[in-house]
C-alpha cells in the first residue's frame, strides 16, 4: 500500500507524471526509503538549534512511527533513520551558539509551481546534514553487527535509491533534473555517498504562514517550501546559522542508475505502484569530514566589523551589511541603530533577524540567491516598512568617477552632492562627496534624527569619493556629512556641492531638484550673435538683498526688470548670489558655492528671476569669488581633516587680508570643483556672465604679502603659475560649454593678456587668461581722483583723465564705478564732487556722460542713477525716499535718474560708441591736453566712420563759441545729449540750433565748430 507520511509533514499528493517516470525507470526497486526520517533528522537539528528540548527516545520513537507507517521499511531502515537523527541532534548541540530565525512563508496552493521553490533545495539539505553526521554515524556503524560484505551491499542500496528518488521527484516536480540542480559532489567515503544520495519528496500544501514553533512532542507543523528564490540550505554542526524552512526537492542526475542489491541486514526493498514516498533510511556507515563549501556561515558580523562601523571608519559597509551569498544561503545583516526588530521581507517569505546588539542584526536564510526584499524595522511603538539602502550597486559610474579622478568632469554638480532619482527600480537620494583623508563618512539629516551612525558611505576605488544610495529620502530633507578625520575625531559638514542650503545663519544643505522650465529660448538663441565686447554693453551692478530689503527672488522679478528696462541698461550684474553664512561679507565669503543663498527663495525662484530678466531683455552677469573661502569650520576649510580645497602650505593658504582660505588650484580636483561651478551657473541658470572676484590675489604669490611670507614659483618668479592654468582652463571650458556668454575679470594691475586668447603666446611667456572683459581699475581710480578735486586745482591732474587712452587698446575693458567705490568711508559717486550740492550734482552729471563716451564698457552701482548721497549700506539698501515726490529735493534725484535713462538710450542706438570699443580706429582725440580750460574732446567712430563728438567741460564757467576741430566730411551737428538741461537739474545752456563747421583749421584739423559749453557739464554732437 501506498506509505504514509510522518507526522511531522502533510500527506503527499504524488502526480501520475512521477508514477509513470519512476515505473519507467530500469531497476528503480529503491523507493524514497528514509526521505520522511531525514525530513524528520532536519527539523529536529533545527528544533535544537532554537533552544528544542526533544529527548533522543522522542526522536527515536518518531522514527520507528515513520517505520510502521511506511509498512515498507526494513529493521535495518529503522534503525539507520534513528541513529542518522541521534546524530544530527548531536552535530547541532556542538554549535552552542546557533541563533534562531524565524521564518514566514505563504506558500501558493498550487503544487509545482515556482513559489514551492527547486528540489535542488532539499537535496542540499539533506546532503549537507548527512555529512554533518557522518562521523557519529560512522562511530556508531563500527561498533560492528554486521560485515563488510554487508556494508557494501547497503551502499548500492542506498545508491539506487538515490537515483530512483531523483528521478521521481524530477518527474513531480516538472523539472529538467540537470538544468535544475548542478551535478552532485562525489562521495569521498562509503559513508558520505550514502549520506549525501537520498533527497526526499515534498508536496506542495495549501496556503498557510508558517513559524518555527517552540518544541512540543505531537504539535510541530510541517515547514512550508519557500519562494522560487530558495538557495541550496547548508546545515552545519559548527556554523552558527539560522534554522531553514523545509524547502522542495532538488531535481539532481537523472542518468540510470545502478540496479540495487538489497542489504544483507533486512528485506529487499519494493518498488510501490505508485510514486516512491519517504521510508526511514538505512544505517549510515563512517564518512570523511565534510568539505568547508558545505559548511554554513555565521550571518553575524565579526568584531572587526562592527567596531569599524560603530566608530564611522568602515571604508565598504555594503560589503558587509545588506545581503550576500553564503555557503548555506543568504546572509542579511541590517545596522539600525535604536531599532527593536527587523525583519526580511522577500515576496510572501518573511524573516525576523536576530538582534546582535548594538544595532546589528543578522539571519542566514536558505536562499538560492538574493532576492528583491524590503525591511520591516521596529522603532518603539512603529514599525517602518523600507528598502535597505545596502543592498544597491553604486549608483555612480565608472566614467564619472574616471572623470573626477583626472579633474575633468565638466559636469560635476551631476556626480556629486545629493541627487533624488529612481535607482535600480527604487526613488531615494545619491548622496555622494569628496574626501580621500577621510577614514569614514556617514550621511546625517532630517531623515535619521541627525544621527548618521546607521548611514555609513562607500568608498569608491581611489578617487576619494563616497556614495550612499538612500531609498525613500527625497527633496526638502537636511542633510550634512559626519566625517572621520584622519586622526579618528568627526567633524560635521555641509556638503560642497550642495545645490540648496538653509537660511543663515543655519548651515545645513537640503536635498533638491529643479522643475523650472525656461521661456527664455528667443534670449538664449540670439546671444551668441554679437560679441559683448563688440556690443551695447551697459551694466547695473546690485545687491539682490538690498536694493528692495524684503523682496524674495520672485517678487524682485516683478520690479527689477521693469526698472532697469526703463533705465535702458543692457545687463544686470549681481553681486555674489552664492549662498554665504555672513551677510556683511556681501556674499564674497562663499560657503555654499553650488547654491544660491536661500534668503530670497529657492534655486528656482531664482530662475524664475533671471528669466523674468532675459524676457525683458536684460542680459544677467554674476560676480563669482573662486579666490578664496572663509574658515568656517562647517563648510570648506580642512574640510576631510587635512587641507583639501585649501593649500598645503598654510602661507599659500592663509590670504592676509581677508582671513580667509585661497585655493589650491594646483590640485586637480579643485579646479575641476571651480571649472565646473563656472559652467554651472552659466547652464543650470542661463547666467550670461561672470565677474571673476579678486583676480590679481590669485595671480601673485606676493600678493599682499612680506618677502619672508612667500615662495617663488620653480621659475624663481612671482606668478602663481598653478592659479594661470586654473583661469585658463575655466575660461576655455566655459567659452567652448556655453556660447554668448562673457567672463570679466576684476584684476587690478597690468598683468599681460588677461582678455588674450589662452592659445595666444604674450611678451612674458604666458598665454592669454581667456578673459573676454576686464574691469578697468587704472581708469576709475585715475578719474575718481580727478573728480574730487575743485575745479581750479584740475589742471594739475589733467593726466590723470588722459592716461587711460595710452593703454585703452591693451585689454577689452569695463570701465566701472562699482560697490567698492561707494562703501567703507569712501562717499557715494556724488559726495565725492567738490562744491555745494549744485555743483556736485553736476559733476556727477558730467562725469556719467564722460564715462558713456569713453572707449569700454560701463557699470554703475544702484544708487548712483539718482544720485544718492549716501553710502550704500548692505543693511537697509539705496535711499528710494529720495525719489519721493513729498520729498522737496526729488527733481535733482530725479533729474539724475533721468540724465542716465538717456545715457543708455542714446548710447544703445549709436554704434560709434561701443562698436569699436577695443579698436584703436573707434577713437580719436580733438583735445587731450586743455589743462587751462578743463576741457576734454574725442570723436568715437563706428564701423561705418560715421563719428560722435563728446566735450566735456569740467570748470565751473560757461565756455561760449569755443572751437573745436572737426571731420570736414560733416555738414552739420546737433546736441544729441547735454547733462545741464533743465529736465536733468542743469542751468539749461544749450546749443538748441544746429553746428555748421567753418573752414577755419583748428586741432589739426580742416574745419572748426564753435559751440557754447555749459558749466561742469558734457555734451555729446553727432551729425545733423
Given at each position: 500500500?501506498?506509505?504514509?507520511p510522518?507526522?511531522?509533514?502533510?500527506?503527499?499528493?504524488p502526480?501520475?507524471?512521477?508514477?509513470?517516470?519512476?515505473?519507467?525507470?530500469?531497476?528503480?526497486?529503491?523507493?524514497?526509503?528514509?526521505?520522511?526520517?531525514?525530513?524528520?533528522?532536519?527539523k529536529?537539528?533545527?528544533?535544537?538549534?532554537?533552544?528544542?528540548?526533544?529527548?533522543?527516545?522522542?526522536?527515536?520513537?518518531?522514527?520507528?512511527?515513520?517505520?510502521?507507517?511506511?509498512?515498507?521499511?526494513?529493521?535495518?531502515?529503522?534503525?539507520?533513520?534513528?541513529?542518522?537523527?541521534?546524530?544530527?541532534?548531536?552535530?547541532?548541540?556542538?554549535?552552542?551558539?546557533?541563533?534562531?530565525?524565524?521564518?514566514?512563508?505563504?506558500?501558493?496552493?498550487?503544487?509545482?509551481?515556482?513559489?514551492?521553490?527547486?528540489?535542488?533545495?532539499?537535496?542540499?539539505?539533506?546532503?549537507?546534514?548527512?555529512?554533518?553526521?557522518?562521523?557519529?554515524?560512522?562511530?556508531?556503524?563500527?561498533?560492528?553487527?554486521?560485515s563488510?560484505?554487508?556494508?557494501?551491499?547497503?551502499?548500492?542500496?542506498?545508491?539506487?535509491?538515490?537515483?530512483?528518488?531523483?528521478?521521481?521527484?524530477t518527474?513531480?516536480t516538472?523539472?529538467?533534473?540537470?538544468?535544475?540542480?548542478?551535478?552532485?559532489?562525489?562521495?569521498?567515503?562509503?559513508?558520505?555517498?550514502?549520506?549525501?544520495?537520498?533527497?526526499?519528496?515534498?508536496?506542495?500544501?495549501?496556503?498557510?504562514?508558517?513559524?518555527?514553533p517552540?518544541?512540543?512532542?505531537?504539535?510541530?507543523p510541517?515547514?512550508?517550501?519557500?519562494?522560487?528564490?530558495?538557495?541550496?540550505?547548508?546545515?552545519?554542526?559548527?556554523?552558527?546559522?539560522?534554522?531553514?524552512?523545509?524547502?522542495?526537492?532538488?531535481?539532481?542526475?537523472?542518468?540510470?542508475?545502478?540496479?540495487?542489491?538489497?542489504?544483507?541486514?533486512g528485506?529487499?526493498?519494493?518498488?510501490p505502484?505508485?510514486?516512491?514516498?519517504?521510508?526511514?533510511?538505512?544505517?549510515?556507515?563512517?564518512?570523511?569530514?565534510?568539505?568547508?563549501?558545505?559548511?554554513?556561515?555565521?550571518?553575524?558580523?565579526?568584531?572587526?566589523?562592527?567596531?569599524?562601523?560603530?566608530?564611522?571608519?568602515?571604508?565598504?559597509?555594503?560589503?558587509?551589511?545588506?545581503?550576500?551569498?553564503?555557503?548555506?544561503?543568504?546572509?542579511?545583516?541590517?545596522?539600525?541603530?535604536?531599532?527593536?526588530?527587523?525583519?526580511?521581507?522577500?515576496?510572501?517569505?518573511?524573516?525576523?533577524?536576530?538582534?546582535?546588539?548594538?544595532?546589528?542584526?543578522?539571519?542566514?536564510?536558505?536562499?538560492?540567491?538574493?532576492p528583491?526584499?524590503?525591511?520591516?524595522?521596529?522603532?518603539?511603538?512603529?514599525?517602518?516598512?523600507?528598502?535597505?539602502?545596502?543592498?544597491f550597486?553604486?549608483?555612480?559610474?565608472d566614467?564619472?568617477l574616471?572623470?573626477?579622478?583626472?579633474?575633468?568632469?565638466?559636469?560635476?554638480?551631476?556626480?556629486?552632492?545629493?541627487?533624488?532619482?529612481?535607482?535600480?527600480?527604487?526613488?531615494?537620494?545619491?548622496?555622494?562627496?569628496?574626501?580621500?583623508?577621510?577614514?569614514?563618512v556617514?550621511?546625517?539629516?532630517?531623515?535619521?534624527?541627525?544621527?548618521?551612525?546607521?548611514?555609513?558611505?562607500?568608498?569608491?576605488?581611489?578617487?576619494?569619493?563616497?556614495?550612499?544610495?538612500?531609498?525613500?529620502?527625497?527633496?526638502?530633507?537636511?542633510?550634512?556629512?559626519?566625517?572621520?578625520?584622519?586622526d579618528?575625531?568627526?567633524?560635521?559638514?555641509?556638503?560642497?556641492?550642495?545645490?540648496?542650503?538653509?537660511?543663515?545663519?543655519?548651515?545645513?544643505?537640503?536635498?533638491?531638484?529643479?522643475?523650472?522650465?525656461?521661456?527664455?529660448?528667443?534670449?538664449?538663441?540670439?546671444?551668441?550673435?554679437?560679441?559683448?565686447?563688440?556690443?551695447?554693453?551697459?551694466?547695473?551692478?546690485?545687491?539682490?538683498?538690498?536694493?528692495?530689503?524684503?523682496?524674495?527672488?520672485?517678487?524682485?522679478?516683478?520690479?527689477?526688470?521693469?526698472?532697469?528696462?526703463?533705465?535702458?541698461?543692457t545687463?544686470?550684474?549681481?553681486?555674489?548670489?552664492?549662498?554665504?553664512?555672513?551677510?556683511?561679507?556681501?556674499?564674497?565669503?562663499?560657503?555654499?558655492?553650488?547654491?544660491p543663498?536661500a534668503?530670497l527663495?529657492?534655486?528656482?525662484?531664482?530662475?524664475?528671476?533671471?528669466?523674468?530678466?532675459?524676457?525683458?531683455g536684460?542680459?544677467?552677469?554674476?560676480?563669482?569669488?573662486?579666490?578664496?573661502f572663509?574658515?568656517?569650520?562647517?563648510?570648506?576649510?580642512?574640510?576631510?581633516?587635512?587641507?583639501?580645497?585649501?593649500?598645503?602650505?598654510?602661507?599659500?593658504?592663509?590670504?592676509?587680508?581677508?582671513?580667509?582660505?585661497?585655493?589650491?588650484?594646483?590640485?586637480?580636483?579643485?579646479?575641476?570643483?571651480?571649472?565646473?561651478?563656472?559652467?554651472?551657473?552659466?547652464?543650470?541658470?542661463?547666467?550670461?556672465?561672470?565677474?571673476?572676484?579678486?583676480?590679481?590675489?590669485?595671480?601673485?604669490?606676493?600678493?599682499?604679502?612680506?618677502?619672508?611670507?612667500?615662495?617663488?614659483?620653480?621659475?624663481?618668479?612671482?606668478?602663481?603659475?598653478?592659479?594661470?592654468?586654473?583661469?585658463?582652463?575655466m575660461?576655455?571650458?566655459?567659452?567652448?560649454?556655453?556660447?554668448?556668454v562673457?567672463?570679466?575679470?576684476?584684476?587690478?594691475?597690468?598683468?599681460?593678456?588677461?582678455?588674450?586668447?589662452?592659445?595666444?603666446?604674450?611678451?612674458g611667456?604666458?598665454?592669454?587668461?581667456?578673459?573676454?572683459?576686464?574691469?578697468?581699475?587704472?581708469?576709475?581710480?585715475?578719474?575718481?581722483?580727478?573728480?574730487?578735486?575743485?575745479?581750479?586745482?584740475?589742471?594739475?591732474?589733467?593726466?590723470?583723465?588722459t592716461?587711460?587712452?595710452?593703454?585703452?587698446?591693451?585689454?577689452?575693458?569695463?570701465?566701472?564705478?562699482?560697490?567698492?567705490e561707494?562703501?567703507?568711508?569712501?562717499?557715494?559717486?556724488?559726495?565725492?564732487?567738490?562744491?555745494?550740492?549744485?555743483?556736485?550734482?553736476?559733476?556727477h552729471?558730467?562725469?556719467?556722460?564722460?564715462?558713456?563716451?569713453?572707449?569700454?564698457?560701463?557699470?554703475?552701482?544702484?544708487?548712483?542713477?539718482?544720485?544718492?548721497?549716501?553710502?550704500?549700506?548692505?543693511?537697509?539698501?539705496?535711499?528710494?525716499?529720495?525719489?519721493?515726490?513729498?520729498?522737496?529735493?526729488?527733481?535733482?534725484?530725479?533729474?539724475?535718474?533721468?540724465?542716465?535713462?538717456?545715457?543708455?538710450?542714446?548710447?544703445?542706438?549709436?554704434p560709434?560708441?561701443?562698436?569699436?570699443?577695443?579698436?584703436?580706429?573707434?577713437?580719436?582725440?580733438?583735445?587731450?591736453?586743455a589743462?587751462?580750460?578743463?576741457?576734454?574732446?574725442?570723436?568715437?567712430?563706428?564701423?561705418?566712420?560715421?563719428?560722435?563728438?563728446?566735450?566735456?567741460?569740467?570748470?565751473?564757467?560757461?565756455?561760449?563759441?569755443?572751437?573745436?576741430?572737426?571731420?570736414?566730411?560733416?555738414?552739420?551737428?546737433?546736441?544729441?545729449?547735454?547733462?545741464?538741461?533743465?529736465?536733468?537739474?542743469?542751468?539749461?545752456?544749450?546749443?538748441?540750433?544746429?553746428?555748421?563747421?567753418?573752414?577755419?583749421?583748428?586741432?589739426?584739423?580742416?574745419?572748426?565748430?564753435?559751440?557754447?559749453?555749459?558749466?561742469?557739464?558734457?555734451v555729446?554732437?553727432?551729425?545733423?
Amino acid at each position: 500500500m501506498t506509505p504514509r507520511p510522518p507526522s511531522n509533514g502533510p500527506d503527499p499528493k504524488p502526480k501520475k507524471k512521477a508514477t509513470d517516470a519512476a515505473k519507467k525507470a530500469a531497476g528503480e526497486k529503491a523507493t524514497v526509503k528514509g526521505a520522511a526520517a531525514e525530513g524528520a533528522a532536519v527539523k529536529k537539528a533545527a528544533k535544537k538549534k532554537t533552544g528544542g528540548t526533544k529527548k533522543a527516545g522522542t526522536k527515536k520513537a518518531a522514527a520507528k512511527n515513520a517505520v510502521a507507517k511506511t509498512g515498507s521499511a526494513d529493521e535495518t531502515s529503522a534503525t539507520r533513520a534513528a541513529t542518522e537523527k541521534a546524530m544530527t541532534k548531536t552535530g547541532a548541540a556542538k554549535t552552542g551558539v546557533a541563533k534562531r530565525t524565524n521564518v514566514t512563508a505563504k506558500v501558493p496552493a498550487e503544487t509545482g509551481s515556482a513559489e514551492t521553490g527547486s528540489a535542488e533545495e532539499v537535496a542540499a539539505v539533506t546532503g549537507s546534514t548527512r555529512k554533518a553526521v557522518t562521523k557519529k554515524a560512522a562511530a556508531k556503524k563500527g561498533a560492528g553487527k554486521k560485515s563488510s560484505s554487508k556494508k557494501g551491499l547497503a551502499r548500492k542500496t542506498i545508491a539506487a535509491d538515490e537515483k530512483s528518488t531523483r528521478r521521481t521527484v524530477t518527474a513531480d516536480t516538472g523539472m529538467d533534473s540537470e538544468a535544475a540542480s548542478p551535478e552532485p559532489e562525489k562521495a569521498d567515503s562509503p559513508a558520505m555517498e550514502r549520506a549525501g544520495s537520498s533527497a526526499p519528496e515534498q508536496t506542495a500544501a495549501a496556503p498557510e504562514t508558517v513559524s518555527t514553533p517552540e518544541p512540543g512532542p505531537t504539535s510541530e507543523p510541517a515547514m512550508p517550501p519557500m519562494p522560487a528564490e530558495a538557495a541550496e540550505p547548508t546545515t552545519s554542526s559548527t556554523a552558527r546559522t539560522a534554522p531553514a524552512p523545509a524547502v522542495s526537492p532538488t531535481p539532481a542526475d537523472t542518468s540510470e542508475p545502478a540496479t540495487p542489491l538489497p542489504p544483507s541486514n533486512g528485506p529487499e526493498p519494493t518498488t510501490p505502484p505508485n510514486p516512491p514516498t519517504p521510508s526511514a533510511p538505512n544505517t549510515p556507515t563512517p564518512s570523511s569530514t565534510p568539505t568547508p563549501s558545505d559548511i554554513a556561515v555565521s550571518p553575524a558580523l565579526d568584531a572587526t566589523d562592527r567596531d569599524r562601523l560603530l566608530r564611522g571608519t568602515h571604508h565598504a559597509p555594503h560589503s558587509v551589511l545588506g545581503a550576500h551569498p553564503v555557503p548555506g544561503g543568504v546572509a542579511f545583516r541590517v545596522f539600525r541603530p535604536f531599532a527593536l526588530g527587523v525583519t526580511v521581507v522577500a515576496g510572501q517569505l518573511k524573516a525576523e533577524l536576530h538582534d546582535d546588539g548594538d544595532g546589528f542584526f543578522s539571519g542566514l536564510l536558505p536562499l538560492r540567491g538574493v532576492p528583491e526584499y524590503r525591511l520591516d524595522v521596529a522603532y518603539e511603538g512603529t514599525v517602518q516598512d523600507t528598502e535597505d539602502a545596502y543592498r544597491f550597486l553604486p549608483a555612480l559610474g565608472d566614467l564619472d568617477l574616471h572623470l573626477i579622478g583626472e579633474g575633468r568632469h565638466e559636469e560635476l554638480w551631476q556626480a556629486l552632492g545629493a541627487r533624488p532619482m529612481t535607482h535600480q527600480g527604487v526613488t531615494g537620494t545619491r548622496f555622494t562627496v569628496w574626501a580621500p583623508d577621510a577614514q569614514g563618512v556617514r550621511v546625517a539629516g532630517t531623515f535619521n534624527f541627525w544621527d548618521g551612525t546607521g548611514a555609513p558611505m562607500r568608498s569608491l576605488g581611489g578617487t576619494g569619493v563616497w556614495e550612499l544610495f538612500m531609498p525613500g529620502i527625497g527633496e526638502g530633507e537636511l542633510y550634512k556629512f559626519e566625517i572621520t578625520r584622519p586622526d579618528g575625531s568627526k567633524t560635521m559638514r555641509a556638503d560642497p556641492m550642495a545645490r540648496r542650503t538653509e537660511v543663515p545663519p543655519s548651515t545645513s544643505s537640503i536635498v533638491t531638484a529643479s522643475h523650472y522650465e525656461w521661456n527664455d529660448a528667443e534670449w538664449i538663441a540670439q546671444r551668441p550673435e554679437v560679441p559683448a565686447h563688440e556690443a551695447p554693453f551697459s551694466v547695473y551692478e546690485m545687491h539682490l538683498a538690498s536694493w528692495r530689503p524684503g523682496l524674495t527672488y520672485r517678487q524682485l522679478a516683478e520690479q527689477l526688470p521693469a526698472y532697469i528696462k526703463d533705465l535702458g541698461f543692457t545687463h544686470v550684474e549681481l553681486m555674489p548670489v552664492a549662498e554665504h553664512p555672513f551677510g556683511g561679507s556681501w556674499g564674497y565669503q562663499v560657503t555654499g558655492f553650488y547654491a544660491p543663498t536661500a534668503r530670497l527663495g529657492t534655486p528656482d525662484d531664482f530662475k524664475f528671476l533671471v528669466d523674468a530678466l532675459h524676457q525683458a531683455g536684460i542680459g544677467v552677469l554674476m560676480d563669482w569669488v573662486p579666490a578664496h573661502f572663509p574658515r568656517d569650520d562647517w563648510a570648506l576649510a580642512e574640510f576631510d581633516g587635512r587641507p583639501l580645497y585649501e593649500h598645503e602650505d598654510p602661507l599659500r593658504a592663509a590670504h592676509p587680508d581677508w582671513g580667509t582660505l585661497e585655493f589650491d588650484f594646483g590640485r586637480r580636483e579643485v579646479r575641476n570643483f571651480l571649472v565646473a561651478n563656472a559652467v554651472y551657473w552659466c547652464e543650470e541658470f542661463h547666467i550670461d556672465g561672470l565677474r571673476v572676484d579678486a583676480v590679481a590675489s590669485m595671480l601673485y604669490l606676493d600678493y599682499s604679502r612680506e618677502p619672508d611670507q612667500w615662495t617663488p614659483n620653480e621659475h624663481g618668479g612671482r606668478e602663481n603659475l598653478d592659479a594661470v592654468a586654473f583661469l585658463q582652463e575655466m575660461n576655455a571650458t566655459v567659452y567652448r560649454r556655453v556660447p554668448g556668454v562673457v567672463t570679466i575679470a576684476e584684476e587690478s594691475t597690468a598683468w599681460d593678456g588677461v582678455t588674450r586668447a589662452t592659445h595666444h603666446i604674450g611678451p612674458g611667456g604666458f598665454g592669454g587668461l581667456g578673459f573676454g572683459l576686464k574691469w578697468n581699475m587704472g581708469w576709475m581710480h585715475d578719474s575718481l581722483d580727478y573728480m574730487s578735486h575743485e575745479p581750479v586745482h584740475r589742471k594739475f591732474h589733467h593726466h590723470e583723465m588722459t592716461f587711460s587712452m595710452v593703454y585703452a587698446y591693451s585689454e577689452n575693458y569695463v570701465l566701472p564705478i562699482s560697490h567698492d567705490e561707494v562703501v567703507h568711508g569712501k562717499r557715494s559717486l556724488v559726495s565725492k564732487m567738490p562744491g555745494d550740492w549744485w555743483q556736485q550734482r553736476a559733476n556727477h552729471r558730467a562725469y556719467l556722460a564722460f564715462m558713456w563716451a569713453h572707449p569700454g564698457k560701463q557699470l554703475l552701482f544702484m544708487g548712483q542713477e539718482f544720485a544718492q548721497g549716501a553710502e550704500w549700506s548692505e543693511t537697509h539698501g539705496p535711499d528710494w525716499w529720495l525719489l519721493d515726490p513729498a520729498y522737496g529735493a526729488e527733481a535733482d534725484h530725479r533729474g539724475v535718474r533721468d540724465l542716465v535713462r538717456d545715457l543708455n538710450t542714446v548710447y544703445r542706438h549709436t554704434p560709434a560708441l561701443w562698436q569699436l570699443d577695443t579698436d584703436p580706429a573707434g577713437f580719436q582725440w580733438v583735445t587731450g591736453d586743455a589743462a587751462e580750460d578743463n576741457i576734454l574732446a574725442f570723436l568715437r567712430y563706428d564701423a561705418d566712420g560715421s563719428p560722435l563728438l563728446a566735450i566735456s567741460n569740467f570748470s565751473p564757467v560757461v565756455r561760449h563759441d569755443y572751437r573745436l576741430g572737426v571731420p570736414d566730411d560733416i555738414p552739420a551737428w546737433h546736441e544729441a545729449l547735454n547733462t545741464d538741461t533743465a529736465r536733468y537739474g542743469g542751468g539749461d545752456v544749450t546749443n538748441p540750433d544746429p553746428i555748421k563747421p567753418e573752414p577755419q583749421p583748428w586741432h589739426g584739423r580742416p574745419t572748426s565748430i564753435r559751440v557754447t559749453l555749459p558749466p561742469l557739464a558734457t555734451v555729446w554732437l553727432r551729425p545733423a
